[in-house]
C-alpha cells in the first residue's frame, strides 16, 4: 500500500506554479496566510496535550522530529522549526521545494527539504507528523495515510486538516472562493473532499484513533478561526491505537 502512486502530476504542476508566490502573504496564497494560524494554534495544544508539556514552553518540540507533507514552501515547516523541531518538510512539487529552501536559509533556519514520494524517501520516524490541507490532492487516499502512519514514531502525534464534502464547502470553497479570486482557480476538486467519518476510516485502516474533528469556520466579523462548526474545514490528530 505505501509503495502505491499518491502524487498527481497535474496537482503537483498546479501547485508548483505558485512557488513564486507563497510566502507573499496578499498573494495567491493568502488564504494560506490566514488559515496558518488557525492552524498552529491548534498544533501547539495538541502538542501541550499529548506530551503533557507547559503552554508557556517556548520550545514544546525541543528533541523531537516533526514530519510535514506537501509543505508547500515551508509555511508550517518554519514555525515547527521556531517550536525547537528537527524538521523535514516533503513536496511533489520541485519548484516548491526550492522556494522553501531558498526561504528557509533567509531566516537562518536548518530544515531538510525533500521533494517525492515519502513511501520511497528515506526519512526517519517522526514524533510529530502533519499533512494540511494534502489528502483531498492525492491519488491514492488510503496509500497516503498508509505513508504516513508507518513515518509516525510510536508515541507520536499526527496532525491532518482537510476540507469537508458539504454543500457549503462547495459554495464557499469550490464555486466562490475561485470564482472570486481568494483561491487559484483549479486548486480544489469538491469530489475529492473528505468527510470526516471517512477520514476516520481511513485512519482505522492504518492502526490509528482519530480525536474529535475541529471544525475551521469563517464569520465576517472573525475571519478563520477554530469552531465546533465542521462544515467548510476541519482538523484533527490521530495516533497509533
Same mark, same amino acid.
Not at 510535514?68 to 518538510?89: H, K, M, S
Not at 510510536?154 to 458539504?166: A, C, E, I, Y
Given at each position: ?9 497535474? =496537482? ?32 501547539? @495544544? ?11 514552553? /517556548? ?5 523531537? /522530529? ?11 515547516? =518554519? ?21 522553501? /529552501? ?18 520511497? &524517501? ?10 494540511? =490541507? ?56 469538491? @469530489? @475529492?473532499?473528505?468527510?470526516?467519518? =471517512?477520514?476516520? @476510516? ?21 475571519? &478563520? ?17
Amino acid at each position: 500500500m505505501t509503495n502505491a502512486t499518491t502524487i498527481r502530476p497535474e =496537482e503537483a504542476t498546479h501547485f508548483g506554479a505558485l512557488a513564486a508566490e507563497w510566502w507573499d502573504a496578499k498573494g495567491s496564497s493568502a488564504m494560506l496566510h490566514r488559515l496558518n494560524p488557525v492552524r498552529l494554534s491548534f498544533i501547539r @495544544d495538541a502538542i501541550d496535550l499529548h506530551w503533557a508539556g507547559s503552554a508557556e514552553a /517556548r520550545l514544546p518540540l525541543d528533541g523531537k /522530529r516533526a514530519l510535514d507533507l506537501g509543505c508547500g514552501a515551508g509555511l508550517l515547516c =518554519e514555525p515547527l522549526a521556531r517550536l525547537g523541531a528537527q524538521v523535514t518538510g516533503v513536496d511533489a512539487a520541485p519548484e516548491n521545494i526550492a522556494a522553501a /529552501r531558498d526561504h528557509a536559509e533567509a531566516m537562518g533556519l536548518a530544515i531538510d527539504y525533500q521533494q517525492g514520494e515519502v513511501a520511497e &524517501l528515506d526519512l526517519p520516524s517522526s514524533d510529530l507528523v502533519c499533512a494540511m =490541507e494534502v489528502i483531498e490532492h492525492v491519488a491514492d487516499k488510503q496509500a497516503f495515510v498508509a505513508a504516513l502512519a508507518n513515518q509516525l514514531a510510536s508515541d507520536g502525534l499526527m496532525v491532518l486538516s482537510t476540507p469537508n464534502r458539504t454543500a457549503r464547502s462547495r459554495l464557499l470553497l469550490v464555486e466562490a472562493a475561485e470564482r472570486l479570486g481568494a483561491i487559484p482557480r483549479g486548486t480544489h476538486v469538491w @469530489d @475529492d473532499f473528505i468527510a470526516p467519518e =471517512e477520514l476516520s @476510516d481511513l485512519l482505522g485502516g492504518a492502526g490509528l484513533t482519530m480525536s474529535e474533528p475541529k471544525g475551521i469556520a469563517w464569520l465576517p466579523t472573525k475571519g &478563520l478561526h477554530l469552531s465546533d462548526d465542521l462544515a467548510l474545514n476541519y482538523i484533527v490528530t490521530a495516533q497509533r491505537a
